[in-house]
């Protein structure tokens, strides 16, 4: 582990994280609370669940689907910072149509919020990958930052809606999170001149972008296909979690994961901004973390001791492994993934979130045993550590020989 000497960091990276922060804020806060205000008879939509249901389903579909076009669009016409500008209003004029359109045009304002959502997502770590390219050293640190605010926002937003929604209204709840978005509009907007000029390009538009289209794309697909594999088996587990030790689960809540995330989050950000440690050592201890978790969750019940306990144990060593994974990866985007596609690039990143849920909602059987799984996080993190230190040996023998 190599101590690196401070640099100093462009300010509007701050602002940036804060406008993320926000946006996070409002965005799960309306989610969290979409279905209830759909199903409310008492100043809501006055749906059924089954219609509810149907339209939770397009809505999230919609998100998913609108990063990709939220990062072609970026990469080959609009840039990065008008994208998210873009976006921030759709999200805004979605937010505030909510609680005063007619029940049947709905689905156009939570059209609008997943759309703007989509030109938001993958364009905002574009932005930070171009402020820091000639700091690529601190990346890790400031996506872990990222990572951060995104889940102090999503901490935050569903109490500050639900206290809203409980002691208002639901129109004000929603006027809330579209004044949330006016005020991230206006941070982004006040940043206009200090975002570097790529950024107001499109992508495939910018010179000396510096990066080979078969690795940078081999790499992204490899980190969609290790993303993917991590949160089928964190949904997987978590569901089987819920099946087999329900009460203790509903005691436990969300706060544990969410808490432990952000509490990782503020160590990382601070080892990883003083000491410089390989990205991919990173991600392999983050499997092995995972690993871990599940050879004691298995061990506790094959042993019937303390299991509340080992599951509370698990959920902190996987909320560790989360942040070590997820953070990293878009650090690693930023850093080798092919520049003139880096926001579609994200794009595929964050679809692998949604190809997990759907892999894990095909698996409904409970599991007797979650050594499996642990098994397989550990074979991964072992080949990842075993090439790194390959490609380590590589580049020291080609060095001598030059």
Not at 130 to 144: G, N, P, W
Request: charged share 10%.
């Amino acid at each position: 582990m190599e101590v690196i000497k401070n640099a100093p960091i462009s300010k509007s990276v701050g602002w940036i994280l804060l406008a993320s922060c926000l946006e996070r804020l409002a965005y799960y806060g309306v989610r969290a609370f979409i279905v209830l205000f759909l199903m409310d008879q008492n100043g809501g939509a006055g749906w059924d669940q089954s219609k509810t249901l149907d339209f939770y389903g397009q809505f999230t579909m919609y998100v998913y689907l609108a990063t990709f076009i939220g990062g072609l669009l970026s990469d080959f016409l609009l840039g990065a910072f008008k994208s998210t500008l873009l976006g921030i209003l759709l999200m805004f004029f979605g937010y505030l149509s909510l609680g005063f359109v007619e029940s049947q045009h709905l689905l156009y304002s939570a059209g609008l919020i997943a759309l703007g959502s989509g030109f938001f997502n993958p364009n905002i770590p574009t932005i930070i990958a171009h402020q820091l390219k000639k700091m690529s050293s601190k990346l890790d640190s400031v996506f872990t930052g990222q990572y951060l605010v995104i889940n102090l926002g999503a901490f935050i937003g569903p109490m500050t809606i639900g206290i809203l929604v409980e002691n208002v209204s639901w129109s004000v709840a929603f006027i809330m999170a579209a004044a949330v978005s006016a005020l991230v509009f206006i941070i982004m907007y006040s940043q206009r001149s200090a975002v570097p000029r790529q950024s107001h390009k499109a992508n495939v538009a910018t010179q000396n972008q510096g990066s080979n289209f078969f690795s940078g794309v081999g790499l992204v697909i490899v980190i969609f296909l290790l993303s993917t594999l991590f949160w089928s088996y964190f949904e997987i587990g978590g569901g089987n979690l819920y099946q087999a030790f329900p009460q203790i689960m509903s005691g436990l809540g969300f706060s544990i994961n969410a808490k432990t995330v952000i509490a990782t989050c503020v160590v990382c950000f601070t080892l990883w901004w003083f000491f410089k440690v390989s990205s991919w050592y990173k991600v392999a201890l983050g499997f092995i973390i995972f690993s871990l978790s599940w050879h004691l969750l298995n061990y506790s019940i094959t042993k019937n001791s303390s299991v509340k306990d080992f599951i509370i144990f698990v959920m902190i060593l996987q909320a560790i492994a989360e942040v070590f994974c997820s953070a990293i990866f878009m650090s690693i985007i930023a850093k080798h993934g092919f520049k003139p596609l880096l926001s579609t690039s994200y794009a595929i990143f964050f679809f692998a979130t949604s190809l997990a849920s759907y892999f894990a909602g095909q698996y409904s059987d409970s599991y007797s045993t979650f050594a499996p799984f642990g098994w397989v996080c550990l074979i991964v993190g072992g080949v990842l550590v075993t090439l790194q230190l390959s490609y380590n040996k590589y580049v020291t023998m080609q060095s001598q020989v030059e």
